[in-house]
């Protein structure tokens, strides 16, 4: 029974040398080393060459990372100012990019300052920010070098500025007039808050005629202008002011955006300046009050409207 199971498998073997080709199967019959070596190639048909063209296909595993190196030529860059590089284009947007850094230096200089004690002047500081941060946006539109770039680093800088320094400011100011974990609570939470109120600007249709929420850049001057005229209120009033302030700007209440504001009658303007010739702290405070409360009357109106 053993030979004749030999002599099968021998059979075998030649008739699948006879169907590959192979002129020297019956020499392979006297080698059982050599026999074995070229099974992977009897088995699945396939030369050397085309099993290096198997293993170039093969699935890599996502933690090797890829083949191709990041440096290589055929990758392309994106261009940070779209459309045409002319000289006077690259000026341009080399200014309106001057301006956001700009902002984006004052509000470190305002973390400096709060920190030797100069909270005035820190608030200041800030006040420029605000300036600065509403002049790269014209600028850019004016001269027609708006571009992707731009936007992430006005909303880098913006949460700098208003997102940071201001609530160092902030915090700065309220020191020996309330508790200390009250005033960091109340700080951080306008940290918090701008972070997401700014990423979900970035992310988020544009609507030209309200604000989702109050924008980082009025919360931030709301800050500094308090801080800089010195409401003459209690510490735990602020306090509770700058924790409103911050939960306001993740809110989806409808604020009113400045272009609209211009808008309004004259004679409406009238009260405000005559209000701050007499009293300036005290129509600040109404000012900043009537505009924080106009978002949930809006949002009432379109609720019946609709």
Known sequence: MRRSSTLARQVLLVRVGRRDGDLHATSDLSMPEHRYADRPRRRYELTRVERADVASIVPVSPALGPTTPVDDDSTMS?????GERTVARRMKFAVVNACTLSSLMLGMLAIFLAMQGEVRVAALCLIACVVFDGLDGALARKFGVASPFGAQMDSLADMCSFGLAAPVVVYASLAGSVSTPAAAVACALVAACA????????????????FCGVPTTMAAAVLALTVAIGLPVPGIVLV???????????????YAKLARLVKLP???WLAPVIGALIDIRLTFALIVVGYLVSGPVLWLRQRRTA
């Open 78 to 82: 994106i261009p940070l100012l779209p």
């Open 266 to 268: 004259p004679w409406l």
């Open 195 to 210: 972070a997401i109120r700014l990423a979900r600007f970035n992310v988020s249709p544009k609507d030209g005629r309200f």
């Open 240 to 254: 509770a002011g700058v924790a409103l302030l911050a939960f306001a700007m993740v809110s989806s209440f409808p």
